[in-house]
Each structure stands twice: as C-alpha cells, then as structure tokens.
C-alpha cells in the first residue's frame, strides 16, 4: 500500500512542478513574425480647398520580439507598403498620381495580463519614410515620426509556430514638402501640413518562437 501512495504523491508532486514551470514561463520570447497586411494613410495636406493624402497599400513585414520581465516584452517591427500613391481630394474630383514607396520601422513595449493569454497590448513609436510626399510635384524624401498603439491575438498552438494578428494605431506628424523641391510647371501652392493624423494597419502572420514559451 505504501509504494501505491508514495507513487502518487510523486505524481502529484511531479504535476504540480510542470504547472509552476509552466507559469513561470514569461509572457514573450524570442521570436519572428513574417507576415502580410493592410495599411491605411490619413490627410497629410492641404493647399486651398484639395486635400492630399497616400492610398492605402498591401504591406508586409516582420516583427520581432524579446522578453523584459514576467509580463513585458520589447517588439521591432518594420514593414513595406510598395502599392501606394499620391491620392489628392477636392470637392469635385479624388486622383490618383504617381506611385510612392513607403517603409515604416518602430518599437514598442509589449505586454499581456495574464502570461500566457493570447492577447497582448502594446505602445511606443517609429518613423515612416516615403520616396514622395503625398501632395504630388514635389521630388523629395520625407520622413515623418510617430507614435503607436495596438493590440494583438496569438492563436494558441503546439510547437513552434502560431498564428498572429495585430492591429495597430499611429498617431503621425506629416512632413510638409519644400517649396525648393517643386517640379511642377507653374508656381508651387500654399500647401499646409497637418499638424498629426491618424494612420492604421492590420497584419497577419505566423510566429516562430526561437525557444519555448508564450
């Protein structure tokens, strides 16, 4: 009888150990995140009764991650739109002009709750930089800082790999294009920046962790 109850205590024991390792697991650990999504751009512009802003693109990117403490991480992502173009407004007419080139790199503190539930949150800021500011004419770089917010789901799965999807805020300052970088053929507009605007965008990926965990 005795062998009986010591084999079961040990079971017990044994049990209760993997639940506390399991707990002590941090909240994120080394991992990439390939993955593919949307980005949408606010009004940037304005000169008179037009509007200038960037279309909205396909994106992709990857996001890495790495813990700090039990429940926060630190997460780098960067991404390409290569769709997008200059997209102008009035109150007769919306245009489309020429193509532009658009990259975004940030970081951002990360954290969940709870270690191991599938949703996390997370803030901080990056730039984007676009071969072409979104009011057209005008041939210049433009980079423009920002500030992020977002939320993310990671699909439980055994292994490895799971599935991810983020979605993310970013409040933006717009570059203002310079008069001495017009290519147009009369004079260059009063153009008029926006002070901030609201920029988006989904991803969806797969996460590959570098060592077990959350």
Not at 115 to 132: D, Q
Not at 166 to 182: H, L, Q, R, V
Not at 194 to 210: H, I, N, P, Q
Request: hydrophobic share 45%; charged share 15%.
């Amino acid at each position: 009888m005795r062998p009986i109850v010591l084999c079961l205590l040990l079971s017990v024991a044994a049990s209760s150990l993997q639940a506390q390792l399991r707990r002590s697991d941090p909240a994120f650990t080394p991992a990439l995140s390939p993955w593919v999504g949307v980005s949408s751009f606010g009004t940037r512009q304005a000169a008179g009764n037009t509007t200038a802003s960037y279309r909205g693109s396909f994106s992709l990117g990857a996001r890495g991650e790495l813990p700090l403490t039990q429940r926060v991480g630190l997460m780098a992502n960067v991404a390409l739109s290569p769709f997008s173009r200059q997209r102008t407004e009035n109150p007769v007419v919306t245009e489309m002009h020429e193509r532009v080139l658009i990259f975004r790199a940030d970081a951002a503190l990360a954290w969940r709750f709870i270690p191991r539930a599938p949703v996390f949150f997370f803030g901080g800021g990056g730039i984007l930089a676009a071969n072409k500011p979104a009011y057209p004419d005008f041939d210049e770089t433009v980079m423009e800082p920002r500030a992020l917010f977002g939320l993310g789901y990671d699909r439980p799965a055994a292994g490895r790999w799971n599935f991810r999807v983020a979605a993310t805020g970013f409040i933006t300052m717009p570059a203002e294009p310079s008069a001495a970088n017009w290519s147009g053929t009369s004079a260059p507009p009063s153009i008029t920046a926006k002070s901030t605007v609201f920029d988006w965008a989904v991803e969806l990926g797969a996460r590959y962790r570098l060592r077990g965990g959350s």
